[in-house]
């Protein structure tokens, strides 16, 4: 499922002792809606974002930005895919991570379904470029992922996350 690199990227984190979570657009796919995606998005705990950012210099990546997510791109091979990771606080990574039951253990760890969707929502939330490809997955995911859950979870999760009752009828209803 994940590319020979990402994988590589991944064991590199765990001998070093950094947690990581596949987030974005193969954790989509790993959910059960494939599409292209031309990155490889990860979550990490913010209490190891020094430890993390080293690592990945000692790798061969040079960071080009900087907050809720740092990306990453290969110094030596322009083609390669930019590789990000995004900083979340250790209960937060602690809860994404928690699998969901219907799906078999991935040899990388996956965020989890729930998860997933609410970062997919906040993404609507603020990112108007953002609403074709993550309104898309949302979608998607809630027709043809591996798990299900109810509108009123999803509501839950809108109200959460997203701009409450709007972003549920745009999921919904595209109102």
Request: net charge negative.
């Amino acid at each position: 499922m994940v590319p020979d690199f990402a994988q590589s990227l991944y064991r590199a984190f765990e001998r070093e002792g950094i947690p990581l979570l596949l987030a974005g657009g193969w954790a989509v796919c790993h959910h059960g809606y494939s599409r292209l995606t031309l990155d490889v998005d990860w979550v990490c705990a913010r209490s190891n974002e020094e430890r993390a950012t080293a690592l990945m210099d000692s790798l061969g990546f040079d960071q080009s930005t900087d907050g809720m997510a740092a990306r990453f791109k290969y110094r030596k091979v322009l083609a390669f895919p930019f590789v990000d990771l995004i900083w979340v606080d250790d209960s937060s990574f602690r809860r994404m991570s928690e699998p969901d039951p219907a799906l078999p253990a991935e040899s990388i760890p996956v965020i989890n379904f729930r998860a997933l969707l609410a970062m997919k929502i906040y993404a609507l939330k603020d990112h108007d470029h953002r609403q074709g490809k993550d309104l898309l997955d949302i979608r998607s995911l809630l027709d043809y992922g591996h798990c299900k859950i109810s509108d009123s979870e999803l509501l839950e999760l809108c109200m959460r996350y997203g701009s409450g009752s709007t972003t549920f009828n745009l999921i919904k209803f595209n109102q």
